[in-house]
């Protein structure tokens, strides 16, 4: 069965730094993978997912993500925060079989001034 | 397009009431979950609806029975509710899950049983 392991529970750094949040997975066959983020008192949406079209996705909002086989990651960065990164990021995994995805704890990134 | 809806925004239960949680989706999905979501644990899957007319149980079903009304609709009811399942709770919706296609999320359903 696959499952997702996001390191850090909360994340926190200064405006304008890189934002790295981590994700490795585990699955028997290569994976479709996800980010989600969520806002304050909001549901989930998504940020950006993993094909196998291409290793490095870009998502919305200046995210990206490599997926690196090797290393059974899928970490997401962001050049520089904005206060409007504040958020909680799931990460999550797909079997590419009939079944749910599989979600990550979730890291709260918190973005200081 | 409201995409998912939830009902209701907010609830509070004593212990030993019931209650359902109602979730709609107006996109033509096929597949429907419910989540609860708890400081540190991260969203756990009570129970999904792979296709209209089927259920299967989650990582947390205890507590809990669902319903899919139609295609557009999936509710989860608390027969008897208990202060463990006070909780965040959202709905989703995809249109496979066989695919990359990505779940659409409801706004939540905040629950406390005293």
């Known amino acids: 069965a696959q499952s997702v392991t996001q390191l850090g529970s909360h994340v926190s750094v200064s405006e304008g730094a890189l934002v790295l949040l981590r994700c490795n997975y585990s699955?028997?066959?290569?994976?479709?993978l996800f980010w989600y983020v969520q806002y304050p008192n909001q549901g989930l949406q998504l940020l950006l997912k993993?094909?196998?079209?291409?290793?490095l996705v870009k998502g919305i909002n200046g995210f990206e993500a490599e997926f690196k086989k090797s290393e059974t990651s899928f970490h997401l960065t962001k050049p520089s925060a904005h206060m409007s990164d504040a958020a909680e990021y799931f990460c999550a995994v797909s079997d590419r079989r009939n079944t749910p995805l599989v979600f990550g704890k979730g890291t709260r990134l918190s973005v200081i001034a | 397009n409201a995409g998912v809806t939830q009902t209701p925004k907010f609830q509070v239960l004593k212990t030993g009431q019931s209650m359902t949680l109602q979730c709609a989706q107006d996109?033509?999905?096929?597949?429907m979950y419910w989540y609860r979501q708890d400081p540190g644990m991260g969203l756990r899957l009570i129970y999904y609806s792979a296709s209209e007319g089927t259920t299967d149980k989650g990582e947390v079903p205890n507590g809990y029975n669902v319903s899919r009304l139609n295609k557009r609709e999936f509710s989860l009811r608390l027969e008897s509710a208990a202060p463990s399942q006070t909780s965040v709770y959202f709905c989703?919706?995809?249109?496979?899950?066989?695919?990359?296609?990505?779940?659409?999320f409801g706004p939540g359903t905040r629950l406390t049983v005293t």
């Open positions: 989703a919706s995809t249109l496979s899950q066989l695919s990359t296609y990505e779940q659409y």
């Open positions: 699955s028997s066959v290569p994976p479709y």
């Open positions: 996109m033509n999905h096929n597949s």
């Open positions: 993993y094909t196998s079209a291409a290793t």
